[in-house]
């Protein structure tokens, strides 16, 4: 009998996305160190895609509030 991995453990806890389940499959076979490196190609472009979304929040709210000054 073969104990489960702690990949396996995560995979079965099921609090994970389908996505990321996905993921850790896939880069099984591959380099750590090229997952890694493209874990954080990917990471600074969620920080980009989060700055500007909170940009257009905070743009949206002083649009929605100046509207609410001027009544």
Known sequence: MSYPTIEDKILDD???SEW????M???????????LKD??????I??????RLIK?????KTKINMNAIDF
């Open 14 to 16: 099921g609090r994970i």
């Open 46 to 51: 969620l920080d980009m895609r989060t700055d």
């Open 56 to 60: 257009e929040r905070k743009t949206f």
């Open 39 to 44: 874990i954080n190609k990917l990471k600074v």
């Open 25 to 35: 499959v896939e880069t099984r076979e591959m380099d750590p160190k090229a997952v």
């Open 20 to 23: 990321l389940a996905g993921q």
